[in-house]
Nanobody
Framework: VQLQASGGGLVQPGGSLRLSCAAS????????MGWYRQAPGKQRELVAT???????NYLDSVKGRFTISEDNAKNTVTLQMNSLKPEDTAAYYC??????????WGQGTQVTVSS
């Protein structure tokens, strides 16, 4: 599975951004898709995931602000981020886990929330 992430950038506090991740390759084996993030000096953390069946999971600090969605026709998962805060600043990574438990990572895309 290959993952191509897009989106990100610089936004003021309270603003919105949308991240997209397009999957290619053995997409039929994908079981979970989602997003992680890593801020400088911190460990990578799960932001949001969605299973093949549509079950979602969110980091507590982003609940109510971020929404993960999937476009099966385009093999794309999107993370809509609203009400962004400076603490959301990080490199965001697209991730997928296939039916056999293998993980794949896309390239990071930087999100910077600053006035």
């Amino acid at each position: 599975v290959q993952l191509q992430a897009s989106g990100g950038g610089l936004v003021q506090p309270g603003g919105s951004l949308r991240l997209s991740c397009a999957a290619s390759g053995s997409i039929g084996s994908i079981n979970v898709m989602g997003w992680y993030r890593q801020a400088p000096g911190k460990q990578r953390e799960l932001v949001a995931t969605m299973t093949r069946g549509g079950r979602t999971n969110y980091l507590d600090s982003v609940k109510g602000r971020f929404t993960i969605s999937e476009d099966n026709a385009k093999n794309t998962v999107t993370l809509q981020m609203n009400s962004l805060k400076p603490e959301d600043t990080a490199a965001y990574y697209c991730n997928t886990v296939n039916l056999y438990g293998f993980q794949y990572w896309g390239q990071g895309t930087q999100v910077t929330v600053s006035s």
